[in-house]
């Protein structure tokens, strides 16, 4: 009988991939099962992210009892919420790398995001991973970087996300709100840490697995 695996909520096809590839690279056989679903978003950005949340309940209750990990940062927190009612684990992709954030030398963190539905929910979760620990939190949009996302232009995407990075000067880091500026990490040439969700999104998420 094959395993249930991990169950991970999409609202891009192109993160498919992304994640399919960081199994094979330090995941071997573990298994992977995504559901894509981009109207989530589209809704969560016109209503709000608790807008989409009897439908969010209702995909994952048709998944099974099984993790999942919900690689959109815009609705992770509603997901995470649904936990109880579905009665299995449920991980925003940004939370490990939240908690790595909030634990870096310093207290001065900068958010960037290409969507602006992303800040406000990744400050949130940042601020509540820092607890107690004092902690500045930033927030910057990245100019013309979703425009060129939705274009499919992603290299172009990617450019402008690490030039942000780049011009950020009072950060002891820097945090990537969303999985699609991931590769941008890669391009940077600022000394500052840059953080990136899904390669510990993912860790996490088979940890869950794990222990089901």
């Known amino acids: 009988m094959t395993a249930p695996g ?9 993160h498919v991939p992304v994640f399919d590839a960081l199994r094979d690279r330090h995941h071997p056989g573990a298994v992977l099962r995504h559901l894509v679903v981009p ?21 994952l209750a048709d998944a099974g009892p099984v993790p999942a990990l919900v690689t959109c940062s815009t609705i992770g927190a509603t997901a995470e919420s649904l936990a109880p ?17 909030v634990r870096t030398a310093g207290a ?18 940042l601020a509540e ?10 927030t910057r949009l990245v100019a013309g970087a979703w425009e060129c996302f939705e274009a499919g232009d992603g290299a172009g995407c990617l450019a402008r996300v690490a030039a942000a990075a780049d011009a950020v000067t009072d950060a002891d880091v820097i945090v990537l709100a969303q999985v699609s500026m991931a ?8 000394r500052i840490p ?19």
């Open 194 to 212: 840059v953080l990136a969700s899904p390669a510990a999104g993912l860790a996490a998420g088979l940890a869950l697995v794990a222990v089901s």
């Open 108 to 125: 001065r963190i900068t958010v960037l995001a290409a969507l602006e539905s992303t800040l406000a929910p990744t400050a949130q979760l």
């Open 6 to 14: 991990l169950l991970l909520l999409h609202t891009s096809p192109v």
């Open 85 to 101: 009612a579905l009665g299995a684990p449920v991980l925003r992709v940004d939370r490990p790398m939240a908690a790595a954030a």
């Open 39 to 59: 109207e989530l978003l589209d809704r969560a950005r016109a209503e709000g992210p608790e807008a989409v949340a009897p439908d969010l309940l209702g995909l």
């Open 183 to 190: 590769g941008a990490a890669e391009l940077v040439t600022t």
């Open 129 to 138: 991973e820092a607890g107690e620990r004092p902690v500045s939190i930033r």
